[in-house]
């Protein structure tokens, strides 16, 4: 598997202001996500990180909301804009071990967001 | 559409005792299946997954899970609870259709373990 840091763990923001995650892994990996999760919810994809390119949207999440970069094959961010206590959350970043054939998701512990 | 279910939003069991969390699926093909676990305020960790072969699948914390093609269900299970696994229990799938990686997932079982 792979070791996943978030920072910050967490944060309390206000209105109207911006936050970047930040996803670091310890080994290379093809692949790159970023959820959402309301506390004791199930989990929404929020993008695909691609590397090199931009990042693939699901329905509901738009760029100019969450714009997500990918530098590397170890790193991303995820940038919450504009926020409202509605984005207040649980954001996690995961990766898709597929260069061992593993083709598992392995998680990041989570970015806690409050928004006031 | 594709879909997982989890049916029991919640299962108690007493400490000792079996345990089953049922998982059932819509999709089609041959997709792989995987069960997460999230302590609280803890991120997911992976426990197992299905992709081919035995249909019993072992995995960490002595958890283990059943694949049943016919009634397209994996359910996760353990023969003895420990209050340490109370926790919230996912089922996600990934259909198998090319370079599709996404997961679908279920909406989670709350899993209570009483001493």
């Known amino acids: 598997s792979a070791v996943i840091s978030q920072k910050p763990s967490r944060d309390i923001c206000q209105r109207g202001t911006s936050l970047t995650i930040q996803c670091q892994v310890d080994?290379?990996?093809?692949?790159m996500f970023w959820y959402r999760q309301q506390p004791g919810q199930s989990l929404t994809l929020i993008a695909t990180a691609n590397q090199g390119s931009e990042a693939t949207y699901e329905s509901g999440f738009v760029i100019d909301k969450f714009p997500i970069s990918r530098p590397n094959l170890t790193f991303s961010t995820l940038t919450v804009s504009n926020m409202s206590p509605e984005d207040s959350s649980i954001y996690l970043c995961?990766?898709?071990?597929?260069?061992?054939?593993?083709?598992?998701?392995?998680f990041g512990p989570g970015t806690r967001l409050t928004v006031l | 559409a594709q879909s997982v279910a989890q049916p029991e939003d919640q299962v108690n069991v007493a400490e000792g005792n079996p345990l089953t969390v049922k998982c059932t699926y819509s999709?089609?093909?041959?997709?792989?299946l995987f069960w997460y676990v999230q302590y609280p305020n803890r991120g997911l960790q992976f426990l197992l997954k299905y992709i081919t072969g035995d249909n019993l699948v072992k995995g960490s914390y002595g958890f283990e899970a059943e694949f049943n093609k016919s009634q397209t269900s994996f359910h996760l299970k353990k023969p003895s609870a420990l209050v340490s696994d109370s926790a919230l229990y996912f089922c996600a799938v990934r259909p198998n259709a090319g370079n599709n990686r996404k997961l679908i997932w279920g909406l989670g079982t709350s899993l209570a373990v009483n001493p």
């Open positions: 995961s990766v898709d071990m597929t260069g061992d054939l593993t083709d598992t998701q392995y």
């Open positions: 999709v089609s093909g041959n997709p792989y």
């Open positions: 080994s290379q990996v093809t692949m």
